[in-house]
């Protein structure tokens, strides 16, 4: 008679498993800080390692290509340790919960600043390395493709309220325009602007395109 436990199965407790991911994160971490200080290309496992002060065998065994550890720390940076979609998120469920139009859009813009303040460095990092690496570049389009998703989402919304004042498919576009991180990375970067005065910019065009609203 047997008990029905597979002998063969490796038990793992609870604090192994604590410990497994405490060195995923460290490495995450690590490759973090690499990936946004010297790109994506020049960053080696190796390099990953040593900043993350582990083997380079524990590396390979927790991520194992350097492009599945930049999808891992993407989707970390970008939803939480959680691993939630965006969509299931407090801060879009907020902004999605809000009644009134217009303050809709000035919470999203909020939520715009702070996530590109959190993944704007890395953002530029996977940009930068997608047309050398076909990996990179299928991760960029992804975010492409979900961020895209994510605007028609909140415009809908809008709809819904009757206060779209633009055909959905158009306002998409303007929103998804209005909020790339290429925008943000041209005024905040290239052209001094504060992180504010982006969101408040982000707010009023949002308002002023999408609703019809005049901001003054």
Do not use: C
């Amino acid at each position: 008679m047997t008990s029905g436990v597979n002998p063969k199965r490796r038990y793992e407790s609870p604090r192994r498993r604590e410990q497994a991911e405490a060195t995923r994160r460290q490495i995450r971490l690590g490759a973090q800080r690499l990936f946004e200080e010297q790109g994506y290309l020049a960053t080696t496992m190796a390099a990953v390692a040593t900043e993350a002060g582990v083997s380079l065998k524990t590396v390979y065994l927790a991520f194992d290509t350097k492009s599945r550890l930049l999808r891992a720390v993407w989707d970390v940076l970008l939803r939480g340790e959680e691993d939630r979609p965006v969509a299931q998120v407090e801060w879009f469920t907020e902004m999605m919960a809000e009644p009134d139009p217009v303050r809709q859009l000035r919470l999203n813009a909020r939520n715009s600043r702070r996530a590109k303040e959190r993944i704007g460095p890395l953002l530029r990092a996977i940009r930068n390395a997608a047309p050398q690496d076909p990996d990179v570049d299928a991760l960029w389009e992804l975010i492409q493709t979900d961020f895209h998703a994510n605007q028609r989402v909140i415009v809908e919304s809008l709809k819904r309220k009757h206060a779209l004042k633009k055909d959905v498919d158009e306002a998409t576009d303007i929103l998804w325009a209005l909020n790339h991180p290429d925008v943000w990375h041209l005024l905040t970067g290239r052209r001094g602007w504060t992180p504010e005065r982006y969101e408040q910019w982000f707010g009023d065009a949002s308002i002023s395109e999408l609703l019809g609203t005049p901001v003054g």
